[in-house]
C-alpha cells in the first residue's frame, strides 16, 4: 500500500513539472517570436528610409542568425516532445506487425493435415489484415500545397507560397502549424475552419489575414507581432473587420488592432468599447474616440510607444486600470468633463488643471527628464497646461 502511495504522488509530481515546462517553454516561444518580428519590423524600416548599406546587411545578418536559433529550438522542442511519448503506444505500434507474419504458419499446418479445417484455417489471414494494416493506416498525410493533415486539421504547413489558401476539407488549424514559414505574407482561411489553435501563425512572416465565416475564437497570441491586417467574412456571425481592425459581429466593440497598423486612427462613431489590449503595442501616433464610446478596457493602449495624442468623446464612463500604461502622450484633448475618469491614467498634474480648466486640449511640459517619464517617482515633474 506504501507503495502505491509513493507511486501515485512521483507520478503526480512529475505530471506537475511536465506542465511547468510546458507553460514555461511556450511563454519562451512566444518572446522569441516577438523579438524576431520587431527585427524583422526594424530591417523593413530601415529600408524603406534608406539607411545605409552596411547597416541593412548587418540587420539582415541579425535577423537570419535569429531566425536559425529559433529554427533549431524548434527542432529541439519536437524532437523532446518524440522522446516523451508514451511507451504503451510505442509498443502497440511494434506489437502489431509481430502478430501478423505469425498467422499464415497454422494455415499451412492445417492445410496437410486436414482439408476441412485448411478453410477454416486459411481465413484466419484474411481476418487479421485488418489488424496488420491499422500501424499504416495513419490519419496523418500531406496533402497538395506543403499542408500535413491529422484528419481534418491541418497540423504542419511546409509550403513555400507567399500567399496561402488553406483548403476547404480543413475545419482546424494546429497548434504552431506555421512554425517557421517566413516565405508567407498573407493567408486566406475558409469558411469551413472553425478553430485557429494556440500560436498558430506566430512564428511566422504573415503580414494579412482573411478569415472566414467559421471561427468563432480570435486572439492576438497567435499572430506575429506586427502583422498589419485582418479581413472578415461578412457571413461570420461572431466577428467584422474596417480598414484591418477586428470588430465584434455589430462593430461597437474593438477587438483586436494588429500591431503594424501605424499613424493616426479615428475610431468610427457607433463604437462603444474599446477591449482589453485592444491596441497593445501598435504603432499608432494619435487616436480620436467618439462621443459614442463609453469604456475603455484595461490596457487597451497598452505599450502603444508613438502614441503622443488623443483625444476623449464626451460620454465616457469608464477607464480601467492601465488603459494608456507605457505610453509618451503629450497631449490630451478633452470633450466632456468628468476628471475622476483620468485618474493615475496620466503622469503630472493633469488630472488636477482638468479638474480647474474643464474641457479643452492640454499640453505636457517636459522638465529635466527629457520627453520621457522617469523610471520612479516624482511623476507630478511633468506640468500639463491648458491651451
Not at 482546424?172 to 469551413?192: C, K, L, M, Q
Request: charged share 15%; hydrophobic share 35%; with cysteine.
Amino acid at each position: 500500500m506504501k507503495h502505491a502511495i509513493k507511486t501515485v504522488l512521483l507520478v503526480s509530481a512529475l505530471i506537475a513539472v511536465t506542465a511547468c515546462n510546458k507553460n514555461k517553454e511556450s511563454a519562451d516561444v512566444a518572446a522569441l517570436a516577438k523579438q524576431l518580428n520587431e527585427m524583422q519590423a526594424k530591417l523593413e524600416a530601415a529600408e524603406s528610409a534608406n539607411a545605409g548599406a552596411e547597416e541593412i546587411e548587418r540587420m539582415k545578418k541579425e535577423l537570419e542568425e535569429q531566425k536559425e536559433r529559433a529554427e533549431q529550438r524548434r527542432e529541439r522542442r519536437e524532437g523532446t516532445e518524440r522522446g516523451n511519448r508514451p511507451r504503451s503506444s510505442a509498443t502497440a505500434q511494434t506489437a502489431a506487425p509481430a502478430t501478423t507474419p505469425a498467422a499464415p504458419a497454422p494455415a499451412a499446418t492445417a492445410t496437410t493435415a486436414a482439408p476441412a479445417k485448411s478453410t477454416t484455417a486459411a481465413t484466419t489471414p484474411v481476418t487479421t489484415t485488418p489488424t496488420a494494416a491499422t500501424p499504416a493506416a495513419s490519419t496523418s498525410s500531406t496533402g497538395t500545397g506543403g499542408f500535413q493533415m491529422s484528419g481534418t486539421t491541418l497540423t504542419k504547413y511546409t509550403g513555400t507560397s507567399k500567399d496561402v489558401i488553406i483548403p476547404n476539407n480543413v475545419t482546424s488549424i494546429g497548434e504552431r502549424a506555421f512554425d517557421g514559414a517566413w516565405e508567407i505574407t498573407s493567408v486566406t482561411i475558409p469558411n469551413s475552419v472553425t478553430s485557429i489553435g494556440n500560436l498558430a501563425f506566430t512564428y511566422s512572416s504573415l503580414k494579412s489575414v482573411t478569415i472566414g465565416s467559421g471561427v468563432t475564437s480570435i486572439n492576438r497570441q497567435d499572430f506575429p507581432g506586427y502583422f498589419a491586417s485582418i479581413t472578415v467574412d461578412a457571413n461570420n456571425p461572431n466577428f467584422s473587420s474596417v480598414g484591418g481592425i477586428l470588430y465584434n459581429k455589430a462593430k461597437t466593440e474593438i477587438l483586436l488592432v494588429p500591431r503594424g497598423i501605424t499613424g493616426n486612427v479615428t475610431i468610427p462613431n457607433g463604437v462603444t468599447r474599446i477591449g482589453y489590449q485592444a491596441f497593445d503595442g501598435t504603432g499608432i501616433t494619435s487616436v480620436t474616440i467618439p462621443n459614442s464610446v463609453t469604456s475603455i478596457e484595461s490596457v487597451a493602449f497598452g505599450g502603444c510607444g508613438s502614441l503622443t495624442s488623443i483625444t476623449l468623446g464626451s460620454n465616457i464612463t469608464s477607464i480601467e486600470s492601465g488603459a494608456f500604461s507605457r505610453t509618451y502622450i503629450t497631449s490630451v484633448t478633452f470633450q466632456g468633463t468628468n476628471p475622476e475618469l483620468i485618474k493615475d491614467q496620466f503622469v503630472g498634474d493633469l488630472q488636477e488643471k482638468y479638474l480647474a480648466g474643464g474641457s479643452g486640449t492640454y499640453a505636457r511640459t517636459e522638465t529635466e527628464y527629457g520627453s520621457r517619464p522617469p523610471k520612479g517617482p516624482p511623476p507630478a515633474a511633468f506640468v500639463w497646461t491648458k491651451q
